[in-house]
């Protein structure tokens, strides 16, 4: 009887049984992985914008247009001009990480390599400010080949977290925001979030840094139509007439030292209202008691 057959069978067996799974370690297309569905406003994520509360707030996945209400508003800079920034709820000062890949020995990110973060909006531990880790791969790893946190913290490479901070909003797909400071890119960005792709808005107006290994705050002066406390205040800003000019004074913009788009909440008396056009005027106004709260505002102009 010929026993070859069954030995060669069993040896091509072995031989594809002791080889990696080819799916572990091959490079991963960013333009054809799924996309990330995000929900910013479910209970679970948002704070001050729930569409539980405000249906006027897009449903879970659907694209955002934050060039529409309630999601920017129109405050003053601390000299007083007209200051627009959007509205991205409640964060915390404890940053998300963000793992960005470069090949040992080199000082530039790997070409083509999305930025891998592993938490998406609702995640406990989310925050759109993220700390930068530093990760080095070897020389010959191909972009892509890592597509998770969890795999990237496995494989042990080098890795060194920075005092850099991102404000990046995970945002669902085909969202818009058009406006930066002085012309910064709007476009989404993509990350890599557990094999799938993340799209965010970067927003860039000023470098941001740790401090304490925390993400700084600054202040803003709002003023309401009714003062928090009674009924039904502290939910309308007072504008000016037939227009969005509130206020709402921030203590820092871009470029100023100490500027943050994560601001502190100050709610100053309604009757000082029309007496508050710059920062000066601000802090001479008397402040009512109101929640505290450290919202994502980042400026997007100044004076225009």
């Known amino acids: 009887m010929n026993f070859r057959l069954p030995f060669v069978i069993i040896a091509a067996w072995l031989a594809v049984a002791s080889c990696p799974a080819q799916s572990a370690i091959e490079p991963k297309d960013p333009d054809h992985a799924p996309i990330a569905s995000v929900d910013r406003f479910g ?64 000082d530039t990110p790997i070409a083509g390599q999305l930025d891998i973060i592993d938490t998406l909006p609702g995640d406990q531990g989310y925050n759109d400010f993220r700390q930068v880790s530093k990760v080095w791969v070897p020389k010959e790893y191909v972009p892509n080949t890592i597509v998770d946190a969890a795999s990237l913290l496995r494989a042990g490479y080098k890795m060194e977290k920075t005092g850099t901070l991102l404000n990046m909003a995970v945002v669902p797909d ?17 990350a890599w979030y557990r094999g799938e792709v993340a799209k965010y808005f970067l927003f860039d107006e000023a470098p941001l840094s740790v401090s304490d290994g925390e993400v700084p705050v600054s202040p803003i002066y709002d003023g309401f139509t009714i003062n928090p406390g ?20 921030v203590a820092t913009a871009p470029g100023d030292e100490g500027y943050s788009p994560l601001w502190l909440r100050v709610v100053y008396d309604s009757a000082a209202w029309p007496s508050v056009h710059d920062l000066d005027s601000a802090l001479k106004a008397k402040v009512v008691p109101a929640e505290t709260l450290l919202i994502n505002c980042p400026i997007v102009s100044v004076g225009q």
């Open 174 to 190: 085909k969202s818009v925001a058009r406006m930066r400071f002085k012309g910064g890119k709007s476009e989404l960005q993509r």
């Open 43 to 106: 209970d679970k994520a948002g704070t001050l914008l729930r569409r539980s509360a405000d249906k006027r707030l897009p449903g879970p996945n659907e694209p955002i247009d934050f060039d529409t209400q309630p999601l920017n508003a129109l405050g003053l800079s601390p000299q007083g001009k007209p200051a627009l920034y959007y509205h991205l709820d409640v964060r915390s000062t404890t940053p998300a990480p963000v793992y960005i890949l470069y090949r040992d020995g080199e």
């Open 230 to 249: 009674q009924p039904n205040g502290g939910e309308v800003f007072h504008t000016e007439p037939n227009s969005k000019q509130t206020h709402n004074v």
